[in-house]
């Protein structure tokens, strides 16, 4: 079934969001013309605005329209530990937890050499001159626990061993899952866990 | 007229690459025992207690099912199977380059069940640092081979000759080794690549160069990404680079 053409290319826009069908398209759609309109005038400005003026991070390279993102901008935070993930999501994860109190890298992916991802690519030419410039003291690896992302974590540790050796590269521990159960935890984490066992 | 699909279960399979797809599905090209290459959808895979979890991480033995007809399968199973090597530092890059290779030169939908296991073994080599190179130079010989593409190692042009330790050659891409004076691979090092004797730093060297040749062709003008990852140290203290 075809509306007119206007609501037609708003029904089919707003299908490029993750989760979104032919189905709620049409129901999101029929909500903001009918319903409420000024709501729709916002979003459409938020997302014109969000998408002109959103960039990277000159230092993190994190999504802000700041040239400095509100992490690095922040001189509370401990610039001595920088801690490299894959994604904005990421940090946003790391933060909510509380734990961390330096900056951030972000990678904006990992190493995949079939999807053409090498080290240019993820920016580590950036990362090691961020590191230099920045004075860091430790440099924390939270790549994803995936082949690509233990891939990444091992090619940045070796770039920077190179390079200066006062500077210590961790990575984040893999492990058991906190309340769950061992009967229940894959062999791959369990081996993970038994190898990076640690002395009580 | 309803036939069943067809269906495929207890595949022996390594992940090769995985692509996120649509919300929670991802596209994953697996090579497998019986099958060779194919690519199949695996749907919620990417919710956290999603059954194919395991259908997640590339480098480990697995056993896979799939239906379908198509080019593009349905993941419906898939399980550890054996014990998990843990694959860490330099042995990654290396298990991305057999990936890489395996993706880029072997033809989808072609049961390749001997490559398969010289895949199995090459993984499971891996892990250690001094058999790490010759593995890959094995590897890269055997899918050669099996491409319909392998020289051998030990007889030369003119005449198919035997290879003398003490004369130098050359690659022809299409018709193999050729005896020249002027060649860069020594007959020595040839003949210890045929008999698999990589101790010597020479013949490695040599096994390298001459794979790297021979692939060339049948990489065209993109060259293989994951040998860049064997950039990170300074030149000098480079390890299995292949």
């Known amino acids: 079934m075809s509306f007119s053409p206007l609501i037609d290319q708003l029904i089919a826009s707003l299908r ?4 979104v069908g032919a189905r709620s398209a049409q129901r999101m759609a029929f909500h903001l013309l009918e319903r409420d309109r000024e709501g729709a005038l916002k979003l459409s400005q938020a997302l014109a605005q969000a998408v002109e003026r959103v960039g990277h991070c000159q230092r993190c390279r994190t999504l802000t329209e700041l040239s400095l993102c509100k992490l690095c901008d922040n001189p509370e935070r401990d610039a001595s530990q920088l801690c490299v993930v894959e994604t904005p999501a990421d940090v946003l994860a790391i933060e909510q937890a509380g734990s961390f ?45 995936t082949v690509e992302g233990e891939a990444t974590a091992h090619y940045i540790a070796e770039q920077l061993r190179g390079l200066d050796d006062s500077i210590a590269v961790s990575r984040i521990a893999h492990g058991v899952p906190l309340g769950g159960e061992l009967e229940y935890v894959d062999g791959g984490t369990l081996a993970h866990a038994f190898a990076g066992r640690k002395r009580l | 007229m309803t036939t069943a699909e067809p269906r495929v279960e207890g595949q022996p399979a390594y992940v090769l690459h995985i692509r996120p797809y649509r919300d929670d599905s991802a596209l994953v090209d697996l090579f497998t025992a019986d099958y060779g290459r194919l690519r199949a959808v695996a749907r919620g895979v990417r919710k956290a207690r999603s059954r194919l979890r395991d259908a997640t991480q590339s480098l480990r033995a697995l056993r896979v099912g799939w239906r379908g007809r198509g080019e593009l399968k349905t993941l419906t199973a898939a399980e550890p199977a054996g014990v998990d090597v843990l694959v860490q530092g330099e042995a990654l890059w290396c298990g991305l380059y057999l990936n890489e290779l395996v993706m880029r030169l072997v033809p989808s939908h072609d049961p390749q069940p001997r490559l398969f296991a010289y895949y199995q073994l090459a993984l499971s080599e891996m892990a250690d640092a001094d058999t790490r190179e010759p593995v890959l130079r094995v590897f890269e010989g055997r899918l050669l081979e099996e491409l319909g ?17 003490g004369l130098n050659y050359r690659l022809d891409p299409q018709r193999g080794l050729l005896s020249d004076a002027g060649g860069p691979y020594p007959g020595h090092a040839l003949l210890a690549m045929a008999a698999d004797d990589y101790s010597e730093p020479l013949t490695r060297r040599c096994a390298k160069r001459l794979m790297r040749e021979a692939l060339a062709p049948l990489l065209g003008d993109r060259p293989l990404q994951s040998r860049s990852l064997f950039n990170a140290r300074g030149a000098g203290q480079r390890g299995a680079q292949p």
């Open chain 1, 16 to 19: 490029c969001l993750p989760g």
């Open chain 1, 101 to 145: 109190q330096g900056r951030y890298f972000v990678l904006h992916g990992h190493l995949s050499p079939i999807d053409g991802l090498g080290p240019e690519e993820i920016g580590l030419g950036e990362l090691e001159a961020l590191v230099q410039e920045m004075g860091v003291k430790e440099l924390i690896v939270a790549t994803n626990p």
């Open chain 2, 149 to 165: 593409l392998g020289f051998a190692l030990d007889r030369a042009e003119p005449g198919q000759q035997a290879v003398a330790a």
